[in-house]
């Protein structure tokens, strides 16, 4: 390392530190708000974001979001080779096509549709544009059907926010229907009592975000079946149906009940794909209207396309085929179970602590909510959740929506890469939270300490 010279100034021949010559390069101040007037080394550039994205939390650790956080190294480096593909350019890409086409087969056959072979469908950014879609597709059936007035859209006040987006920006009116009691989603009785004959259809989801369980869909079907048999019913699976036909599969949900026209899920969840990737697939070509549907040349011959975005890269396709051949049926079966396992134990571990109350088990989704019991007056389920940041751990405390704003809880999500050794160390590190907040006299924190938010695909 170069020192002052004799006289106590710098040596000015030599600017730059053999030691770390990155940092050294690195300009005083780093613009943040404006574009740089010069450039920068690219190593230099690498090094100054990677030290800021040190200060996220550690995505392995984050057990509040659903998405994807651990892929095999081989699915990266897949994805990598594909960066530079355009999911939109099927004359320039035709394998990435294909593989589109094949996902979208798979899971056709996946939830029992009555031909896989012609059953059509597309990927998306998310759930949320299949979401966007599968709505779009309801509403343009039912004024095919001769609907006037104001069309409405019925489901849970569980359902995730992309739902009272579909509803605002296209103009339909969101029924949403109250929690009560200890019913946290929606179920056949208030459905049908919601729906008239401007309803375009039924939203019943597969995993609410909220604690994880599922929607009595076919007992939602059979109901409308008897009062209102015109209303079809769209299941929004974004993390169930990735889940259900592997750990419960005699579950009636999917195509093989009649009303369910559509159904969608989150490649980037439960489909083991880093985001972002969504699916949607209709039953068969009734279910979605040919005005729709835009059409392509693809290789000489007719593709038909129905999406919201143009412009997006096809490496999460390629990594979403890329896991559906890597795993097969039983791979996924067997990392599912797996999830569910860690899930169902876990819960069972922290209900026995004592002070916590758990509301779902994670024997659905792999996914539970706790509160803490009526007896515990030192501290909530917020005081919970910042201490166990501060030990790294991600668990969102929120409270639930209207009707219910009166329960907090923690939500715990169980992702392939959540092990029973991760699990153990959890429940030391909440177990010595617990005995730090037991010395409290009275919670810290209220709901106003929540920063968490059910918005995001």
Not at 18 to 40: D, Q, T
Not at 340 to 347: G, H
Request: proline share 5%; charged share 25%; glycine share 8%.
């Amino acid at each position: 390392m170069t020192l002052a010279n004799s006289g106590g100034n710098r040596d000015s021949s030599r600017d730059f530190l053999s030691v770390n010559p990155v940092f050294v390069s690195e300009p005083v101040r780093v613009p943040r708000h404006s574009m740089p007037a010069g450039s920068l080394q690219p190593d230099v550039a690498y090094q100054i974001v990677h030290d800021e994205l040190m200060l996220d939390g550690n995505a392995r650790l984050n057990l509040a979001t659903f998405v994807t956080t651990w892929m095999e190294p081989t699915a990266a480096t897949l994805m990598a080779e594909c960066f530079d593909k355009n999911m939109i350019d099927k004359d320039e890409y035709p394998r990435t096509a294909a593989l589109e086409e094949r996902c979208v087969r798979m899971l056709a056959e996946l939830w029992h549709a009555p031909d896989p072979a012609t059953a059509i469908g597309c990927s998306t950014t998310g759930s949320s544009e299949a979401c966007m879609l599968a709505g779009l597709a309801m509403k343009r059936r039912w004024q095919h059907r001769g609907g006037k007035g104001r069309p409405n859209i019925v489901m849970g006040a569980n359902v995730q926010i992309c739902w009272e987006k579909f509803a605002n920006y296209w103009e339909v009116e969101a029924r949403v229907v109250p929690m009560s009691g200890d019913r946290f989603h929606l179920n056949a009785e208030e459905a049908v009592k919601y729906c008239d004959e401007n309803t375009i259809g039924v939203v019943a989801v597969l995993g609410s975000t909220f604690d994880g369980s599922y929607e009595p869909v076919a007992e939602i079907c059979a109901a409308l079946d008897e009062h209102h048999p015109h209303i079809p019913v769209h299941v929004d699976g974004a993390s169930g149906a990735m889940i259900a036909p592997f750990c419960d599969p005699d579950l009636q949900w999917d195509f093989r009940l009649d009303r369910v026209v559509s159904i969608n899920t989150s490649g980037h969840k439960y489909g083991l794909v880093y985001p972002g990737v969504g699916w949607v697939v209709w039953r068969d070509h009734d279910a979605l209207p040919e005005d729709l549907v835009f059409h392509v040349n693809y290789l000489g011959g007719d593709m038909p396309t129905f999406a919201l975005n143009f412009s997006r890269p096809g490496a999460q396709v390629v990594a979403q085929y890329y896991t559906f051949l890597r795993l097969g049926f039983d791979g996924y079966r067997r990392v599912q179970q797996y999830c569910r396992d860690v899930a169902t134990s876990l819960s069972a571990r922290i209900a026995e602590m004592g002070p916590f109350r758990l509301l779902t088990r994670g024997d659905e989704l792999p996914v539970f909510a706790f509160t803490v019991t009526d007896d515990v007056t030192g501290f909530s389920v917020f005081d919970v959740s910042a201490h166990l940041r501060e030990a790294g751990w991600l668990v969102p405390a929120y409270t639930f929506p209207e009707d219910r704003t009166d329960l907090s809880v923690l939500r715990v999500v169980v992702r392939n890469g959540m092990t029973h050794d991760l699990a153990d160390l959890f429940i030391d590190d909440l177990t010595r939270v617990v005995e730090q907040l037991e010395k409290q006299e009275k919670p810290l924190r209220g709901k106003e300490a929540s920063s968490f938010a059910h918005g995001t695909r």
